[in-house]
């Protein structure tokens, strides 16, 4: 695909776009973690961030990328909870109104959460199904689609994410991100780029959800005839073509862990650095703990995608540690 123009102008123009309504989130530096892997580990901590994860940062700089006339009549996502949380907050913010679909197995604290921030709700199948209503929803209510991941100015959004770490750790020689279409670690590794020359950003996918690491073996995006993960807010059914394309030119590469490795990333991060992140949001500490990602004593920049986590799941998720 011929890529859109991509400058460090247009990363800056994002972040100041929704500096103010977001938070700029800390990089918190582990000693317990930097012994264990041999090298000085931090912690960007978008678990903290407005609606519990980074999805704020691209939703928020679409909607207010929008025509006037184009947010009047509203718009509408597909999301398993993250990026339907994100948008319903960030259309309540901007007096937009705003439809999220979410597969009929979503979380039912990011349901609520979801509906508590101003949107209308629609339950609908699986993700692949759900995709494919909102599309329909779009048509039928004359609404904009606000893609959870394959879109210029979410991707510009999310990027403001590389500008604060790099301003935060100058010597990080590697950024460790959760990938599930592909959004984050699409704009972190092309505002890195742009920005550090030597750093790589490294994508960690679930075992069970690997659309990103097999579109880069294809050449090209590929959808998922079935997920099967702990990790929710990394399940999406493809990775984007953009997403794709972006990985591709500016990534070191995409490495799977499964599940297992993923909660006993959750249960470090509670235990030992008292921060709670949702499965999906541990995944990158999982890759750094299992050696899939070895930062050869360098500074590491691990990304806490999120922690929207149903209580009720915890200690279900935790025992996976086990």
Known sequence: MTLPTFTRDRFEDARARI???????PLLRSRTLSEWVGAP????CENLQKTGSFKVRGALNRLLTLARA?????VVTISAGNHAQAVAWAASAAGVPSVVVMP???SPAKVAASRAYGAEVILHGDAR???ARSFEVAEERGMTFVHPFDDEEVVAGHGSVALEILEDLPDVASIIVPVGGGGLVSGICTAAALLRKGVSVWGVEPDGAPAMSLSLRAGHAVHLERVDTIADGLAAPMAGVLNHALVERHAAGVVRVDDRSIASAMKVLLERCKLLAEPAGAAGLAALLSGAVDPAGAPVAVVLSGGN???GRLGELLALAE
Do not use: M
């Open 129 to 131: 199904a759900a995709f």
């Open 41 to 44: 580990v931090y912690l960007k």
């Open 104 to 106: 009929e197995q979503a």
């Open 19 to 25: 500096a103010g309504s977001v938070h700029r989130t």
């Open 309 to 311: 986590v149903d209580a």
């Open 70 to 74: 184009d947010r009047d009549r509203g």
